[in-house]
């Protein structure tokens, strides 16, 4: 998928094992974080920091949904360990990290940043290397550059 391309609707658990359903939640922009293991080092600082910054994205109509492969019972721990409240979705069968090029050549998540719109268009793509990540002011100042806020 690429920018300006139209997103399928998907469905996956969150980190309290209940259904998502993207075209539901499309009441703002979804900014959809695929990474690539949750309690490592460099993901905990990436969700935590869009977890402490949410009210400053929602400002923006800007929803947070993380996405990696591991299991709905990981996320949840690792959900509560760190107070992230926003929904971290489990993709096991990485149907949807496929989809969206967020996986490297060993089958894991990359570390991937992809802004769909209400309209349910791919608004905005990035990837970083594993060790970065684009924290919440990064974010929003390439937001305001491509005039997307």
Same mark, same amino acid.
């Given at each position: ?7 399928? @609707?998907?469905? !996956?658990?969150?980190?309290? @094992? ?6 539901? #939640? ?5 900014? !959809? ?25 929602? #400002? ?7 996405? @990696?492969? $591991? ?10 360990? @760190? %107070? ?9 069968? /990485? ?5 969206? $090029? ?9 570390? %991937? ?6 309209? /349910?268009?791919? /608004? *905005? ?6 060790? *970065? ?17």
């Amino acid at each position: 998928m690429k920018l300006g391309d139209t997103v399928e @609707n998907f469905i !996956l658990k969150d980190q309290h @094992n209940v259904n998502f359903d993207l075209y539901a #939640n499309l009441d703002r922009d979804i900014l !959809l974080v695929f990474y690539p293991k949750d309690n490592s080092p460099v993901c905990t600082k990436q969700l935590v920091d869009y977890s402490l910054n949410q009210r400053e994205l929602d #400002n923006y109509g800007i929803k947070i949904v993380g996405v @990696n492969i $591991d299991p709905v019972d990981s996320h949840n721990e690792f959900c509560q360990n @760190n %107070k992230i409240d926003f929904p971290v979705l489990s993709d096991p069968d /990485k149907i949807v990290s496929t989809r969206f $090029d967020a996986l490297n050549v060993l089958g894991q998540n990359k570390r %991937k940043l992809v802004l769909i719109g209400k309209d /349910k268009k791919i /608004k *905005f793509e990035r990837s970083t290397l594993p060790i *970065f990540f684009v924290d919440t002011r990064q974010l929003l100042l390439e937001l305001r550059k491509t005039q997307l806020i």
